[in-house]
């Protein structure tokens, strides 16, 4: 454990991210409808877009990582190898064909802004990078130990430098402020609109 970690006086652990477990999963999806779905009067659709921009950041492997204390979740942080991709490509089509159309349309333009957006970083990695896929607390101040412990066992992996793809509907800052290394800007037009460009960006920061 790091020393973030340590001086709280609190019950705090460390452990995999679990989505069979709906305390995992909910308190992530709460925290990100508002910002990460389109602003349709529906909230079970705008629920299950975000869950899928969830499951489409998982990988099959041991970096997925949620902390949490007296057993509720407060942050997650996982990761991919350069050209890993999600296990949930069976989940998604199920749930992308029990839909209406207009619906189905707004979650297959997602589906290809993430895997767009996702091949583009992993064309700056090397097989000893590692890509951040999602970074998320649920209670402010809980992002930056769990990603401390993330980055440890990432460089204990062996891996060089980390990659991450973020957007305007996130905290960008967060990246800027804490000295990460902007490798890519850029525009996706269709979710821009002619007042607003949706702005894209590539980081990266050494282990
Ligand atoms: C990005 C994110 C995980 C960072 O986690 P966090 O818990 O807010 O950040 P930290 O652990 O560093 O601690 C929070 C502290 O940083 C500050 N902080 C957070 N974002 C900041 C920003 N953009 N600019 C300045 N300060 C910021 C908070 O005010 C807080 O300060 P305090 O301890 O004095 O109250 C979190 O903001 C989040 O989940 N955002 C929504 C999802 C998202 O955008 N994820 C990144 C997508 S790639």
Redesign the pocket.
């Known amino acids: 454990m790091n020393a973030l970690l340590q001086k709280r006086n609190c019950k705090m652990t460390l452990g995999k991210f679990d989505f069979n477990n709906p305390k995992h999963l909910n308190p992530v999806i709460d925290?990100?409808v508002e910002?990460w779905s389109p602003p349709t009067d529906d909230m079970n659709f705008r629920r299950l877009y975000v869950e899928a921009i969830i499951r489409q950041n998982g990988a099959d492997n041991d970096m997925q990582f949620q902390l949490s204390e007296n057993g509720e979740l407060c942050?997650i942080a996982f990761a991919s190898r350069k050209n890993q991709h999600s296990p949930w490509y069976g989940w998604w089509q199920e749930k992308h064909d029990s839909l209406p159309e207009g619906f189905q349309e707004m979650f297959s333009v997602n589906r290809s802004y993430l895997s767009m957006m996702d091949e583009k970083t992993y064309g700056y990695m090397t097989d000893n990078d590692v890509k951040l896929s999602l970074?998320?607390?649920t209670?402010?101040?809980?992002?930056?130990?769990i990603l401390e412990e993330a980055m440890n066992f990432y460089r204990s992996k062996g891996f060089k430098t980390m990659y991450?793809w973020?957007d305007c509907e996130?905290?960008v800052?967060?990246y800027a402020?804490r000295g990460y290394e902007l490798v890519e800007e850029g525009t996706f037009e269709p979710f821009s609109t002619p007042e607003e460009p949706y702005k894209t960006y590539i980081f990266k920061k050494p282990l």
């Open positions: 925290r990100v910002l942050s970074f998320v607390s209670k402010s101040g809980w992002g930056k130990p991450l973020t996130c905290n800052e967060w402020i």
